[in-house]
């Protein structure tokens, strides 16, 4: 499968039907390069692909901005299960939340149930999470889905086998 937007794509060296991108400029990062894996995706899927990966390049700063209280939420949660064991590093805003986020690349991927739409999962390590770190998701590429630990589910309903309608961003 041939994207212009992510230049040439290598088969991935662990799944060799996942294609991988070399590192380019994420303007959602302000520019950050990440490689981008294409998980398991036809070229069938191809006109698909190009619209979510342009979709998602489209977003930038204030996109991430916009999303920082979901990421903040989150780091909550965590912290009120973890602050007894002393595991947290103090986060004091939605604002001050993105300099302890390091995201480290880009998954594309068709969801398996449901909507069956392709998703983009960017993967990120955290300060307040070093096991599990943060998935921040996007359906089609632009529509925000869930920020959770990395668990490679792109739902919250797929996370946890539910109902559609019980679906949820954090």
């Known amino acids: 499968m041939d ?5 040439p794509l290598s088969p991935d060296t662990d799944v060799p039907d996942w294609l991988t991108s070399r590192p380019i400029a994420v303007p959602y990062f302000d520019g950050l390069e ?31 901005l916009a999303v920082g209280s979901y990421v903040f939420e989150y780091y909550l949660r965590y912290t009120e299960l973890a602050a007894e064991f002393g595991w947290c590093s103090p986060i004091n805003s939605q604002e001050d939340v993105w300099s302890h986020v ?6 594309v991927e068709r969801r398996a149930r449901g909507d069956r739409e ?12 070093p096991e599990h ?3 921040i998701i996007y359906r089609a590429g ?16 797929d996370a946890f086998d539910l109902p559609e309608e019980q679906d949820q961003i954090v």
Not at 118 to 129: F, G, T
Not at 143 to 157: A, C, E, F, I
């Open 3 to 7: 994207i212009s937007e992510l230049g």
């Open 142 to 157: 632009e529509v925000l889905s869930r920020v959770s630990y990395q668990d490679g589910h792109l739902t919250h309903t």
């Open 102 to 107: 390091h995201p480290t690349e880009v998954f």
């Open 34 to 64: 990440l490689a981008f894996t294409l998980c398991g995706l036809e070229e069938s899927d191809k006109n698909e692909t190009v619209a979510v990966v342009r979709n998602f390049l489209d977003l930038d700063r204030r996109d991430r």
């Open 118 to 129: 392709i998703y983009v999962q960017i993967a990120a390590e955290c300060d307040w999470e």
């Open 133 to 135: 770190g943060l998935q």
